[in-house]
């Protein structure tokens, strides 16, 4: 955290004749009526020298006080940020600090985004409830590590929850006072660790199979998780549930074969408790989608065409509704939309490119917000309102490190999380009501070592 600046300015008082000097010094005339003309001279003269300096001790101090009002009047225009709320108090928390708000660490001359020519996956992830915010990173040691609190009060301190991931590992909720984490490890094995009863459980529990990337999970209602990762790099998709048994336990089911052949890790929605969607990069580099529905089952693998250099990404704002993200030919930012029936791609950089997947968050029914690292460094934004999009990009600054994410952590505000150029995590603020950033390159950090992977 940043040191406060202590003003170095020290108050100027004058050192004044003492009252009873005063008095002397004003003796009535009529003490002086017998004074020759040359002593009316002297005294005429005396007292205009002290007259004289008293004026002088009242400008400078009329000097002093104007300057200290003119600065307090400047400083009531200076932008600072709103009060948060008050620390955080429930949940797994340790000591509650307020974050400093500082620019991105700038690079050295011979720095650059571990994202240069490249494309970095994302790392960072979010949860938010009604009254507490988690931010989950892969840490440098490989571990999972997460810091609560809210936009303005954070844990003084990461946590650590240990394992040896070789992938980051993703968080669902599926619902208040409940977190289950799942990651693939240096054994290829999938593990598992839940937070309940505001207690984590003291181990990761192996839930086995093989996974050759890493893993995307969803919860489409209270009790049940799904799992979705490749057998095999250029393998089959497969997928672990998490669901409720007869007896009225939950547990782990084994492991389900969906078939394809497909070079990188799924992303997965849930838009409602009997419907999941599942996107994954082709080895043709089409996008392909398979869904689960309750009525139905599982649907065919479908090709929704578009040419795919990244992984992409679906969040899902209301029912039959989904929108996609994944870079395109010559690292373009496009889009695909889903409104109870396909929209055609869309790709919406313009004059950007891009060195991030994609990251985007859901900021109302059929209100999106979408962030990526361009090959700037920076970090850019642009907001989908139904099916159009924002004229411009938004610059938010950087550079950054690593593949920014977006997150909301309260109503109509929008965050972005990101690995600065010294691997600690900063996060900055996007009101999206009146569409401002919090400031011109101001970013709150947050600490920590982290993993920025390209």
């Known amino acids: 955290m940043d040191t406060p600046i202590e003003s170095g300015l020290e108050v100027f008082e004058p050192e004044l004749p003492a009252a009873n000097n005063l008095e002397k010094e004003f003796t009535p005339l009529n003490q002086y009526t017998q004074a020759s003309a040359g002593h009316e001279t002297s005294w005429l003269k005396?007292?205009?020298?002290?007259?004289?300096?008293?004026?002088?001790?009242?400008?400078?101090?009329?000097a002093i006080i104007g300057g200290a009002v003119g600065g307090t009047l400047r400083n009531r225009h200076k932008p600072t940020p709103s009060p948060g709320p008050s620390p955080v108090t429930n949940g797994p928390n340790g000591p509650s600090g307020t974050v400093s708000l500082r620019s991105l660490p700038t690079p050295t001359s011979q720095q650059v985004s571990a994202c240069r020519d490249g494309i970095c996956p994302l790392t960072i992830s979010s949860i938010t409830w009604p009254d507490i915010q988690f931010i989950f990173g892969f840490s440098a040691n490989r571990s999972l590590v997460y810091k609560a609190g809210s936009s303005n009060q954070w844990n003084s301190t990461w946590s650590d929850l240990g394992g040896n991931f070789t992938y980051a590992p993703v968080v669902v909720s599926w619902g208040p006072g409940r977190l289950d984490a799942v990651g693939v490890q240096d054994d290829q094995a999938l593990y598992w660790k839940a937070y309940s009863n505001n207690t984590w459980d003291p181990n990761w529990?192996?839930?086995?199979?093989?996974?050759?990337?890493?893993?995307?999970?969803?919860?489409?209602?209270?009790?049940?998780?799904?799992?979705?990762?490749?057998?095999?790099?250029?393998?089959?998709?497969?997928?672990?549930?998490?669901?409720?048994?007869?007896?009225?336990?939950?547990?782990?089911?084994?492991?389900?074969?969906l078939g394809g052949l497909f070079p990188a890790?799924?992303?997965?929605?849930?838009?409602?408790?009997?419907?999941?969607?599942?996107?994954?990069?082709?080895?043709?580099?089409?996008?392909?989608?398979?869904?689960?529905?309750?009525?139905?089952?599982w649907s065919n693998w479908e090709s929704l065409g578009g040419y795919l250099v990244s992984n992409p990404l679906v969040v899902s704002s209301q029912e039959n509704w989904l929108d996609v993200f994944a870079l395109g030919e010559r690292n373009s930012f496009c889009w695909i939309g889903y409104r109870a029936e396909w929209l055609d791609w869309n790709c919406i950089s313009g004059n950007l490119t891009f060195e991030s997947i994609p990251?985007?968050?859901?900021?109302?029914?059929?209100?999106?917000?979408?962030?990526?690292?361009?090959?700037?460094?920076?970090?850019?934004?642009?907001?989908?309102?139904?099916?159009?999009?924002?004229?411009?990009?938004?610059?938010?600054g950087g550079p950054l490190n690593g593949a920014p994410v977006a997150a909301s952590f309260a109503p109509n505000m929008g965050n972005v999380l990101g690995i600065g150029m010294d691997n600690a995590l900063y996060v900055g603020n996007w009101n999206s009501s009146v569409s401002s950033w919090q400031g011109s390159n101001v970013w709150s950090s947050l600490g920590g070592n982290f993993i920025p992977l390209p």
């Open 265 to 297: 890790a799924p992303s997965v929605a849930a838009w409602s408790d009997s419907r999941e969607d599942i996107f994954v990069r082709g080895n043709d580099n089409a996008l392909w989608h398979l869904y689960w529905q309750g009525s139905v089952g």
């Open 46 to 62: 005396r007292n205009l020298r002290i007259l004289l300096l008293i004026l002088v001790a009242v400008v400078l101090v009329a």
């Open 359 to 396: 990251s985007a968050v859901v900021l109302g029914s059929q209100r999106v917000g979408a962030v990526g690292l361009a090959s700037d460094d920076h970090v850019y934004h642009k907001s989908l309102a139904d099916s159009s999009w924002s004229t411009n990009w938004d610059d938010l």
């Open 205 to 257: 529990t192996n839930i086995g199979g093989t996974w050759a990337t890493a893993v995307d999970a969803v919860s489409r209602a209270p009790g049940y998780i799904n799992v979705y990762g490749l057998v095999s790099d250029g393998g089959n998709l497969q997928q672990s549930a998490w669901t409720p048994s007869g007896n009225g336990s939950t547990i782990w089911v084994g492991i389900t074969n």
